[in-house]
Antibody, heavy 124, light 106 residues
């Protein structure tokens, strides 16, 4: 049974950074990419970026370029998402999701398992 | 940047068919997925690769994708299907979600 267990809620001040973790179990961690998706209160889902653990390579949505860093620790099967220069509008639930590749060249991927979400509140 | 557009809300009577659309430029040339999200819960995959159902997803869920529009269809809609639904596709290695549609079963 695959599980993605995320770290707990955080309260941060504007301008600071937050690091959220996502520990995978029940599968082969290095075989799948992990994406991060956030959801502001009452809003929709927003893809932030992904990490390919076996390669250690990440790619990010343009909106978050320069502010987000996604890493993976294969020894602990844990992915991390760090967001810097926090703003009030970064208040959201942050999800990690495991990505299944059906056909990479055709852009055929989907998220089969999701973490439970981590609430990050940016408040002064 | 690539955008996917969904209606804000769709209403359906129990037992009837609900259709939720997702529009994007040449979306039919990409692969669409659909996720269901109930309040306070993480999203759940209901359709991938345009029209494939993951194991455990009821047969009443189906999908199609052609031209500029992907459609999620729920046949014989049940009260338990009331939720937010999000379409999702990939554009140049970047994930894109639609804005979400609230499905009301009344």
């Amino acid at each position: 049974q695959v599980q993605l267990v995320q770290s707990g809620a955080e309260v941060k001040k504007p301008g600071s950074s937050v690091k959220v973790s996502c520990k995978a179990s029940g599968g082969t961690f290095s075989s799948y990419s992990i994406s991060w998706v956030r959801q502001a209160p009452g809003q929709g889902l927003e893809w932030m970026g992904r990490i390919i653990p076996i390669l250690g390579i990440g790619n990010y949505a343009q909106k978050f370029q320069g502010r987000v860093t996604i890493t993976a620790d294969k020894s602990t099967s844990t992915a991390h998402m760090e967001l810097s220069s926090l703003r009030f509008e970064d208040t959201a639930v942050y999800y990690c999701a495991r990505e299944v590749v059906v056909a990479a060249r055709q852009g055929n991927y989907y998220f089969d398992y999701w973490g439970q979400g981590s609430l990050v509140t940016v408040s002064s | 940047s690539y955008e996917l557009t969904q209606p804000l809300s769709v209403s359906v009577s129990p037992g009837q068919t609900a259709s939720i659309t997702c529009s994007g430029d040449k979306l039919g040339d990409k692969y669409a997925c659909w996720y269901q999200q109930k309040p306070g819960q993480s999203p759940v995959l209901v359709i991938y690769q345009d029209n494939e159902r993951p194991s455990g997803i009821p047969e009443r869920f189906s999908g199609s994708n052609s031209g500029n529009t992907a459609t999620l269809t729920i046949s014989g809609t049940q009260a338990m299907d009331e939720a937010d639904y999000y379409c999702q596709a990939w554009d140049s290695g970047t994930g894109v979600f639609g804005g979400g549609t609230k499905l009301t079963v009344l």
